[in-house]
């Protein structure tokens, strides 16, 4: 078993920081090269594929996973690569758009408590109820006094799973203003790409700096014990990749997921 002891290494801590200037590569964090990254990231791939099936055949635990980021910032490219192989039954990826007029006449809690995992599931959050205190007031979509109570909210919300056999995982993936140009860029230049590029991303990337404040604050004040905030520094893929996957496998080795007891003595049963 490989021994992961930098899975809090991009764990948010209590103190404030400034988003801009925690490192968006992995030099910074890391001191192997890509090749020995890769290797390590598919051999926690090949136990997370085990680690899952424990936890689906246990059937008491779940376990939530939500990716934020900037656009482009790897949301589908993390999904795509650190659940290959993963029995698909047991893991349900929910994406959040703009909410529909029925979201928008319930709370905005409402559609996200829906798509929580249910017992022995990996739920994974493509954005999540944090676009409510992100885009919603970067764009001031409502004003301060209906957002700023959310932070509050979330947490309560985010302990209520906690109490009730949810472990939470938050990732949110750190890529640079320039990185983001690239990828964008690339949508536009590369026509396999071309249907990934929304005119909407670049509304959104005038607001760059506001994203950072927003960002900085959800992550400071929602970073709980019980559902913790992970800096993932985000501009190589490699390393996005294999940041998320420790703190993965780390915290499925520690809810110790056992298949279930045999109800039955099976020796003497003979299949006619
Ligand atoms: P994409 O992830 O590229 O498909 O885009 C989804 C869009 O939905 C993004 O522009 C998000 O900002 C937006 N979105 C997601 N959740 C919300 C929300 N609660 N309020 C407003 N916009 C949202
Ligand atoms: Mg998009």
Redesign the pocket.
Known sequence: MIKINTSNQHLVQPETFNLNAVSTRAADHFNFDRDTAEEEFKTLRKELIQLQYRLYAEDKQKLLIVLQAM?AGG?DGTIRNVFKGVNPQGVRVT?????SKIELAHD?LWRIHKAVPPRGMIGVF??SHY??V???RVLN?IPEEQWRPRYAQINQFEKLLSDTGTKILKFYLHISKDEQKERLQARLDNPEKNWKF?S??LV?RRHWNDYMSAFEEALQNCSTPYAPWYIIPADQKWYRNLAIMRVLVDTLRKMDCQLPQVKEDLTNIVID
């Not at 994406?95 to 909410?99: D, G, M, T």
């Open positions: 656009d949301k994406s959040f758009k703009a909410p905005y493509n954005r676009e409510d992100l885009v919603v979509l929304d909407g991303d959104q």
